[in-house]
């Protein structure tokens, strides 16, 4: 089984879009369950990262496990208004450069003052 068909599996299975290695992509925010009015909210944006086509996918390394960490650690700063905006990541993506599709995407929505929190 090649990397991609590994890869289209684990997407099927978590109900995720098909990712593409050589694009970056957004993921939608999960909905707050909290319905109590906030003072104050704070807009979070999760970016996740891997290097390899061999991580995209992976059940600790992946980009989903990333983000699925920094969900919980917005769930509890809940109650100081954080909240998920957006989440955008970066599978099979050196960190050697900032030229990647979903930093690009996220600084846009950061300089666009859409975002104050980044995990």
């Known amino acids: 089984m090649s990397a991609d068909q590994?890869?289209?599996?684990?997407?099927?299975?978590?109900?995720?879009?098909?990712?593409?290695?050589?694009?970056?992509?957004?993921?939608?925010?999960?909905?707050?369950?909290?319905?109590?009015?906030?003072?104050?909210?704070?807009?979070?944006?999760?970016?996740?990262?891997?290097?390899?086509?061999?991580?995209?996918?992976?059940?600790?390394?992946?980009?989903?496990?990333?983000?699925?960490?920094?969900?919980?650690?917005?769930?509890q700063h809940a109650h100081d208004g954080w909240f998920e905006i957006a989440c955008f990541s970066d599978p099979a993506y050196s960190g050697g450069s900032m030229n990647r599709p979903g930093v690009r995407a996220l600084m846009r929505q950061i300089e666009a003052g859409e975002i104050k929190i980044v995990l």
């Open 6 to 75: 590994k890869h289209l599996g684990v997407e099927a299975l978590l109900g995720l879009p098909r990712v593409n290695p050589n694009q970056g992509f957004f993921m939608p925010a999960i909905p707050s369950n909290s319905s109590r009015p906030r003072a104050c909210t704070v807009p979070v944006a999760i970016y996740s990262r891997v290097s390899t086509a061999n991580q995209v996918g992976g059940r600790f390394d992946s980009c989903e496990s990333q983000a699925a960490v920094c969900r919980d650690f917005i769930a």
